[in-house]
């Protein structure tokens, strides 16, 4: 779960320009207001197929971009939760831990054993290039 977070984060992270991008797009082309005349030379004429095909992929990437603005926004509230969840995992163990007199450095080294209805402390490996913990 946590790797999905991570990646989903990364995801946010490299999209969010390209969101920016289509932000600051659609606050330059305002309604009912006609864009600067292009110069001699700067514009390109297009014939009615491709002016079609041009606005309907237009069309598309403003949709995309409004998904990928949603996904942010859904990420972000996600990650809020996740936050409240693990806040009450958190006061859930150090309650458990209190009633049996146990010592909680970290709630996160503790993991639910359903079948035996219980929080068991997990050993995890060192990290690469950390000394092992005594």
């Known amino acids: ?36 005349a292009p110069r001699p030379g700067e514009e390109i004429k297009l014939d009615e197929s491709t002016t079609l095909k041009a606005a309907a992929l237009e069309a598309r990437m403003s949709a995309l971009l409004a998904n990928f603005a949603l996904l942010q926004r859904q990420a972000q509230d996600m990650q809020t939760e996740m936050n409240k969840m693990l806040e009450e ?14 010592p909680v450095a970290d709630p996160n080294e503790w993991a639910l054993d359903n079948k035996g209805q219980r929080f068991v402390k997990v050993q995890r490996p060192p990290a690469p290039g950390q000394a092992p913990a005594r």
């Open 1 to 36: 779960m946590t790797r999905t977070l991570s990646m989903l984060a990364a995801l946010l992270v490299a999209l969010a320009p390209a969101v920016a991008v289509a932000q600051a797009r659609s606050a330059q082309v305002r309604p009912g207001v006609a864009p600067a």
């Open 89 to 102: 995992r958190k006061a859930l163990v150090t309650d458990a831990a209190r009633r049996v007199n146990v």
